[in-house]
């Protein structure tokens, strides 16, 4: 019986630990943007998108991949060389052969509203791309 409240009191105790104080969880947050690449202008697509009052955002990873195939199934890329995804002009996405700033994960956005860009850094006119942002929302109490 000692034993089991003892695990007990400890699992409780570990949770309690990676838990983030004054904050409930809501729901997930995905943000998707596509785009193609039709002429010389490397933006590509921007999409607004706004957190709720009462709530922050905090992002966790995010992705570029390229639409390619007969399927139109996305192919993760192995590194942003073909395009990034900023928010409010600040990159969410790595592009480590730019030698830009390394993205460092959680990424918190308050209550408000946001653009989304999708910038493609290729010569390659028609190529399609699809940024993906992912996280979770919480509510402040």
Not at 85 to 110: G, K, S
Request: glycine letters at 8%; aromatic letters at 8%; hydrophobic letters at 40%.
């Amino acid at each position: 019986m000692k034993k089991n409240l003892l695990f007990i009191m400890l699992i409780h105790f570990c949770f309690t630990l990676q838990a983030q104080d004054g904050l409930k969880f809501k729901k997930v947050f995905n943000v998707t943007i596509k785009g193609e690449k039709v002429g010389v202008i490397d933006m590509i697509e921007e999409k607004e998108f706004t957190v709720e009052k009462g709530t922050v955002v905090k992002i966790s990873s995010s992705s570029i991949s390229e639409i390619s195939g007969f399927d139109g199934t996305p192919n993760v890329l192995s590194s942003s060389s073909q395009g990034m995804v900023f928010i409010n002009d600040m990159p969410v996405t790595n592009m480590p052969e730019a030698n830009m700033r390394t993205v460092e994960f959680p990424i918190w956005l308050t209550s408000g509203g946001y653009k989304l860009k999708l910038v493609a850094h290729t010569n390659n006119v028609g190529k399609k791309l699809i940024g993906v942002i992912n996280g979770l929302v919480y509510t402040i109490e």
